[in-house]
């Protein structure tokens, strides 16, 4: 049992010193929909149940009470987002998230650097909600997510009870933005400063001629190159 608290507080502590980071605006939108969690067995992070009788079986469910959090590792000790709920969830050993978690919009969205190198974690926290304000350590969910444009799914575990949190993400690239990481700019246009084209999926420059094509035909045949 002791073991089982001595590793929750490690992982803790390990977030707290390496996931130092800020706010940011950028080429994309992080979605992240929160599906469910389970804690099927009613324990505490330390292994004992969360309501008890005086014999210290166990007596009911636990209240979970939720913080989430998304942080960029090595960034100045902001997070992208970060939301506590103000109040917990009742008795029960499995909760499906709705459309609104207390008063979070689930899922939640947010303007990431979606090309930039550093690691972006989800990080969730999970409480026993206690009437006298001392809540009592249940979960920590560390999940690193990977910069893909494909809807993802991931079933997180939490490594002190081995309780479980369903997810699913996904990154968007913001319009004019285009590629893999979404780190390829492109502005449609139409106009004889800047050329006649539209923009690819991938971001290239697509149409019947573009600003430098529309120059070069202008020196050869001046303005008959516009019919």
């Not at 309501?51 to 590792?73: N, Q, S, Y």
Request: proline share 4%.
């Amino acid at each position: 049992m002791q073991q089982v608290k001595l590793n929750y507080f490690i992982c803790l502590l390990w977030l707290l010193f390496h996931l130092n980071v800020a706010r940011e605006t950028g080429n994309a939108e992080l979605s992240i929909k929160f599906i469910q969690y389970e804690n099927k067995d009613a324990k505490l992070a330390d292994g004992v149940f969360c309501e008890t009788d005086f014999t210290g079986m166990r007596l009911a469910d636990c209240d979970p009470i939720f913080k989430f959090e998304v942080m960029r590792e090595g960034g100045n000790g902001e997070a992208l987002f970060s939301y506590k709920q103000t109040d917990h969830f009742s008795r029960g050993a499995v909760f499906k998230f709705g459309t609104v978690i207390d008063n979070m919009v689930n899922p939640i969205s947010f303007d990431v650097k979606m090309d930039d190198p550093a690691h972006i974690y989800l990080i969730v926290t999970v409480d026993d909600y206690d009437p006298s304000g001392k809540n009592k350590p249940m979960d920590i969910f560390a999940h690193m997510l990977a910069p893909s444009q494909t809807a993802q799914y991931a079933n997180l575990v939490s490594p002190s009870t081995k309780h479980r949190l369903a997810i699913n993400y996904r990154f968007i690239c913001k319009t004019n933005f285009y590629g893999s990481l979404c780190n390829k700019n492109c502005v449609e246009m139409n106009d004889d400063t800047n050329g006649h084209y539209s923009c690819s999926k991938d971001g290239e420059k697509v149409g019947p001629m573009s600003k430098a094509t529309v120059k070069s035909l202008r020196g050869a045949f001046g303005a008959d190159a516009d019919r």
